[in-house]
């Protein structure tokens, strides 16, 4: 019955069972150790059907890293209100972006960790969803300038950077979170919102941390 139920499924639907059986191995053996039989068997296919949709291994975990990347950045976005004020919007997406890796990790292996790994390729599809969310997060911080009354034209470069480390530490933060029993969602999201907000609402009030003025060695 089985058989003849999955001759009868759509292509589209077919395609998604064969992108969750691979997502779940890539995800928890790893790029290398995952076979397209193991694959197969979890999608209920035949391997030459896998090969007929998907080509190669190569073509199957580069299908995954794009399925699952479009899938993160639209939770994110999704779970923002762009009428809210930058805060919230801020707490809101690092909500929806944790509950998302929190509740599918091995698409957020597939994409933290294996594609990364595993050659330029693969790297450079993380890549391109990564710098949506920077884009993103830039303009929360853009608007959080405007917010504070104060000139809305930080330099390029800082914005850049504030943006980057917050993604970055969000990234290494779900993984940690992942691995680590009994913390939610909600608590990484908090972690992170208290590391980062009070940081940008000093930038914000114009009282930037700033580097102690350097002694020479030989006065000390």
Sequence with gaps: ???????????????????????????????????????????????????????????????????????????????????????????DGLRAFFTHTAQNPDGWSVLHLQARTHGEPFAAEVTVMREEIVAFVTQLIVIAAREAHRDPSLPEREVAGLAEALVGAAESLAAWANATPGVTAKQAATTLMNFAWSGLNSLMAGTPWTPPTETSRTEA
Excluded: H
Excluded at 63 to 76: F, G, H, N, S
């Design 1 to 91: 019955m089985g058989a003849v139920k999955n001759k009868r499924m759509p292509r589209a639907v077919r395609e998604q069972q064969m992108l969750d059986a691979a997502v779940r191995t890539f995800g928890q053996r790893g790029y290398m150790a995952a076979s397209m039989d193991e694959i197969a068997e979890l999608a209920g296919v035949s391997k030459p059907l896998v090969y007929l949709y998907l080509n190669s291994k190569e073509e199957l975990f580069t299908a995954c890293i794009r399925r699952e990347a479009r899938r993160l950045t639209e939770a994110v976005r999704v779970g923002v209100e762009p009428a809210l004020p930058a805060d919230r919007q801020l707490w």
